[in-house]
């Protein structure tokens, strides 16, 4: 049996870590799931019209990359990546599970998952598969690598959408 | 999910919540625990921050800085009086007791001296005696007759060997009244033997006897051999040659007697460990030592705290790691501790009975010293008519 990072250690990691993202970093950010079930796709399983859940406030520690600005021929072109981070137990308690795919918003700005990193324990042990039991170690982060997707293929916002003058009552669809 | 208890802003003491308990029946300290328990909190840093201690730290450190306290002041105390408190009952408690001055210890100690010098103290002189022999001079004190049997196995140290020259008292003759020494005995059959010598003190002034007896003396010393002995591990030399037989007695003390003496006496304060000084109760320390207290109490939970943050030199959080204040907390602790022993040990030895005489002594002298400047009165209700006087008589 270890002598280190038992439930009592893992505590205080938790303690700690909830201080320190909840009230002392305090920076948020929506987690929108895709909902696979509810999105229309192509025979090759492709879709231009995304469904995603309803968007989930959770704390993460966030480090974004610089802009990156290209000029193509139709038009100057911006790119980013960032990465969050996510306290695992966060994702627990909200039920929030993130996946490639799902999509982030920070600061009006939407990313795309494009990788998980799911490798930092204490001790080396993550309680839920490790070979000593559920006792000791703890799985601290899910890291999310993602790029910044325009908006409007989320169809998440509205975008480009305006009132018909003849329909009442209604707005043009999204996206046009 | 597990969530460490952290302080929750708010505690309630009830007995039993120390560690020890020592007082946990004083009500003052039952209220003060709270209070110290959220004052610490706040030192700390609550609630901005949260303190990685539960109530039940603050009240273990509380009750180790009201122990820590009662123990200096208990050091002090000891220190400063043991040696009126040896050999004085454990019984009673002496904590927050003046201790009345007595010379007991120092007698006591003077006795050991008494003992050497044949003049009192712990151990029992005894006798013992040697038969003399015509012609002998030397002895073995083997062969000594014990007035206690059974110390003719004990090692034995001989304080006082009796032989001397016959007092020269006994050897005077009293020439108005011709009979020699038969008028000693006489007088000493009369019970009048204290007025020796003789009946002639009713014509002869004192310094004669004084005269007589020294003259005897010195002839004992010029004339004839010295009564003298050698001593030389168990062998008794003596002189002059012995010319008939009689007894030499001498008298003795065990090693066995004298070491008996050294024990103590049962339920008496021998050291440090059993001087009567229980722990002070806590509502009877006045506002400064509380105020000590508090403040060691925040020393030791800085300390706890520092212990508890340091286990892990980094703590991990999402894609990095933090290094939390621990080390610095413990130093701070280390550092604040230290400070305040100093501090109560230098007031403690402030108050000391020698330095409350020395500080008695140096007033005492200031206040003589400034006396000392205050103009001496002249009286001159007399000296006005003596001028007058003297001044018409000039005229």
């Known amino acids: 049996m270890a002598l280190y990072g038992s439930k009592r250690d893992v505590a205080l990691f938790r303690s700690l870590n909830k201080e320190l993202l ?116 703890y799985n601290v982060s899910i890291i999310c690598q993602a790029h910044m997707t325009r908006q409007s293929k989320l169809n998440i916002v509205k975008t480009r959408f305006g009132n018909s003058v003849s329909i009442n009552n209604s707005t043009l669809p999204n996206n046009l | ?60 450190c ?37 201790v009345n001055p007595s010379l007991n210890r120092l007698i006591a100690i003077s006795k050991n001296y008494g003992t050497e010098a044949g003049s009192g103290g ?8 040697i038969d003399v022999k015509t012609g002998q001079q030397v002895y073995n004190l083997e062969n000594l007759s014990y007035e206690v049997a059974s110390d003719s196995t004990k090692t034995i140290e001989i304080k006082k060997i009796y032989h001397t020259t016959p007092p020269a008292i006994i050897r005077y003759f009293d020439p108005f009244v011709g009979t020699g020494l038969g008028s000693q005995q006489l007088l000493e059959n009369f019970g009048w ?33 010295g009564y003298s002995f050698e001593l030389t591990g168990n062998k008794l030399k003596i002189l002059p040659i012995p010319t008939y037989d009689y007894k030499i007695y001498l008298d003795y003390i065990t090693t066995e007697d004298r070491s008996a003496s050294t024990t103590n006496v049962a339920s008496t304060v021998g050291d440090f460990s059993n001087a009567p000084y229980e722990l002070h109760r806590y509502s009877y320390i006045n506002p400064a030592g509380k105020q000590w207290i508090f403040k060691y109490t925040l020393s030791l ?35 604040e501790k230290e400070a305040l022993i100093s501090q109560l040990r230098e007031n403690l030895d402030a108050v000391s009975r020698q330095a409350q005489l020395a500080k008695l002594t140096e007033e005492s002298d200031n206040i003589q010293s400034q ?24 005229i």
């Open chain 2, 371 to 394: 006396l000392n400047k205050v103009p001496m009165p002249i009286y001159i209700g007399a000296l006005v008519p003596l001028l007058m006087l003297a001044t018409a008589f000039l």
């Open chain 1, 22 to 137: 909840h009230r002392i970093i305090d920076t948020e950010v929506l987690a929108y799931k895709l909902n696979l079930s509810s999105t229309q796709v192509n025979i090759y399983d492709e879709s231009d019209t995304k469904v995603y859940n309803e968007p989930i406030l959770i704390y993460s520690l966030i480090t974004l990359d610089e802009q990156q600005w290209t000029s193509e021929d139709y038009g100057s072109d911006v790119t980013q990546t960032s990465t969050f981070a996510f306290l695992r137990d966060d994702l627990i308690e909200k039920d929030f599970r993130p996946e490639i795919g799902d999509v982030i918003e920070y600061r009006s700005r939407f990313f795309e998952i494009d990788s998980l990193i799911e490798n930092q324990t204490v001790v080396g042990k993550d309680p839920d598969s490790s070979f000593t039991g559920p006792n000791f170690g």
């Open chain 2, 301 to 335: 939970c800085k300390e706890v705290l520092g212990n508890i943050r340091n286990k892990y030199s980094s703590i991990p959080i999402p894609n990095s790691e933090v290094t939390l204040n621990g080390a610095d907390l413990i130093s701070q602790a280390q550092t």
């Open chain 2, 193 to 225: 033997g204290n007025y020796s010598p003789g009946v002639s003190f009713l014509m002869m002034p004192v310094y004669a006897d004084l005269l007589r007896l020294q003259a005897i003396e010195f002839n004992d010393l010029i004339r004839k051999s």
């Open chain 2, 62 to 98: 509380f009750e180790e800085a009201t122990l820590e306290y009662s123990n200096q002041v208990n050091q002090f105390s000891i220190r400063d009086n043991m040696m009126l408190l040896q050999g004085t009952p454990t019984g009673s408690n002496l904590t927050g007791k003046p």
């Open chain 2, 1 to 60: 999910m597990e969530i460490i208890p952290i302080y929750p802003g708010s505690s309630s003491f009830y007995p039993g919540s120390t560690p020890f308990g020592f007082f946990d029946d004083d009500y003052t300290f039952q209220d003060h625990a709270d209070k110290v328990t959220g004052w610490c909190a706040n030192r700390l840093g609550y609630p901005i921050n949260d303190v990685e201690l539960l109530p039940i730290h603050f009240y273990a």
């Open chain 2, 122 to 129: 712990y151990v029992t002189y005894k006798s013992a005696s």
